[in-house]
């Protein structure tokens, strides 16, 4: 079932993909980048979903940080901070961002690296910019996913994030990711997926801006 959206969806989408090659090889995206990201794929349906019943948001910033912020979270962060306390310490005093606010950042994009979402976030903004209701939005933020691929910053498969095209344990838009992300543990990567030393490094990159 990777495609279960109609026939005339598809054609439309066919066509999309052809006029953003030309759109996206005018910013540098290669030939070889498109092929091996874009060739086969189709739009992802329940991203589509997501994005036409998304409610505004209407809460208030207390009702959303009561919902967001429980007993549990608090205490899980505690010992996280005890935890990663060396390599916290050292981003801090780098950085000049409060450990507790790093830490804070991380709870609230990704539960701490529990929940970054699974979609292929290439997949979903080539969905998003060809169909969804913020097309130009999305459009820019495929083009910097590209770049990341294209650069070797991380494949296609390591792309993996929400529905709306955030990545990894940050939380970032692929063109945030392009300004902000940190290599910090200087391995030639930066890791916002798995590698702890760069998620800190990179909200602290972000936060202190």
Known sequence: RDFCLSRGL?????????????????QGISYNTLASTL???RPDPKVLELDSSQPEFTKSIWNYLDNAISKSRLKKGRKLLIK???????????????KEIIVAI?????????N????????????????GKRPE???????????????????????????AGAIGQAQFMPSSFLKYAIDHNV???RDLWKTL??????IASLSET
């Open 137 to 163: 939005f999305a459009e820019q933020e495929l083009i910097a996913a590209l770049w990341i691929v294209q650069n070797r910053y991380a494949s296609k498969k390591e792309m993996v994030g929400s529905w």
């Open 116 to 131: 970054y979402g699974s979609k292929n976030v290439i997949r979903s903004l080539a969905t998003l910019a060809f169909h």
């Open 10 to 26: 598809g054609d439309v989408y066919k066509r999309q993909v052809k006029s953003f090659r030309k759109r996206a090889s005018l």
């Open 106 to 114: 991380w709870a609230m994009e990704s539960d701490f690296g529990a």
């Open 197 to 202: 030393p760069d998620v800190f490094a990179s």
């Open 39 to 41: 060739n086969g794929m």
């Open 84 to 98: 990663h306390k060396v390599i916290l310490k050292e981003i801090e005093q780098r950085y000049g961002v409060p």
């Open 187 to 189: 391995d030639g990567k």
